[in-house]
């Protein structure tokens, strides 16, 4: 494992906002601060007029990439062997071996339905082909998006829920909760295997935050973003591991969904 020197932690906000006074101090001046506390102006992510300083939030964008080192990631998922993730690390996708797992697990369903949905899925694969998405906020796992540890891929579920319009004699997502263990992934994902667009969406984040507390203006935003890493993550990177036992159901009005596996090989005694 590696711990790298400067990780973002996006639930780690007064520590964030106090590494901009490091950063970014030469170009939020007090001269700037007091611009904008004086405005009192709504300091958006999206529009950046509240901004005394031309381009100043690419110019931002910069400095917070070239202060972090990684970003502090969860990624919710089902796996069948959680041990393959500390020897292998976390692959981006495969479709083809996400499709030989589907035509397994779905063996018993016609032939002809299977590969009716391989067929359709063969755009997305390629538009998804080495990726893989991750949260900043553990919690967004366990209370709005909990299918992903429920159920697992993303991919998997989209071309289970195509195959009930072929036969509704079963809700086939619900399959793919009797394979593997819930598991989240706690990682400090390198800032390179982020697209620039993403790292400078989430600099724009942080800097509307700074401006609301100078401003002294909140506009309520607390949901945790959501990445797209761009390839696999080497093991060294995987910090911790976790079993949640309640999870948030959204897939049936998030109700709980009660984890009773809550232990893996990977676990410590």
Same mark, same amino acid.
């Given at each position: ?23 970014? +101090?030469?170009? %939020?001046?007090?001269? !700037?601060?007091?611009?904008?506390? *004086? @405005?009192?102006? &709504? ?67 016609? +032939?002809?339905? %299977?590969?009716?949905? !391989?067929?359709?899925?063969?755009? *997305? @694969?390629?538009? &998804? ?141």
């Amino acid at each position: 494992m590696i711990m790298s020197l400067s990780v973002f932690d996006w639930n780690n906000k007064k520590l964030w906002i106090s590494d901009i006074d490091i950063y970014a +101090k030469n170009l %939020l001046t007090p001269k !700037v601060k007091n611009l904008i506390s *004086r @405005s009192r102006s &709504e300091c958006w992510s999206d529009d950046f007029s509240w901004l005394p300083i031309l381009d100043g939030e690419e110019q931002f964008a910069e400095a917070f990439r070239g202060y972090y080192d990684s970003i502090r990631s969860f990624h919710g998922c089902r796996p069948v062997n959680v041990l393959t993730y500390f020897s292998q690390g976390v692959q981006g996708q495969i479709s083809e071996a996400l499709h030989q797992s589907f035509l397994e697990i779905y063996s018993d369903v016609p +032939k002809s339905f %299977l590969e009716s949905v !391989v067929f359709e899925f063969a755009n *997305r @694969s390629k538009a &998804e082909r080495g990726k893989f998405w991750v949260v900043l906020g553990e919690d967004e796992l366990i209370d709005n998006c909990g299918h992903y540890v429920i159920q697992g891929s993303e991919y998997l579920m989209a071309m289970a829920a195509s195959l009930w319009r072929y036969d509704k004699s079963e809700d086939y997502r619900l399959r793919l909760r009797k394979i593997g263990t819930p598991t989240i992934f706690e990682m400090h994902v390198p800032v390179a295997c982020f697209a620039d667009a993403q790292v400078s969406a989430l600099s724009r984040l942080v800097l509307s935050a700074w401006g609301e507390l100078v401003a002294k203006k909140p506009l309520g935003f607390d949901h945790s973003p959501c990445l797209t890493v761009s390839g696999s993550i080497d093991p060294k990177y995987i910090v911790s591991h976790r079993h949640p036992g309640i999870i948030k159901d959204p897939h049936f009005g998030f109700v709980p969904y009660i984890n009773i596996l809550n232990k893996c090989p990977a676990c410590d005694d």
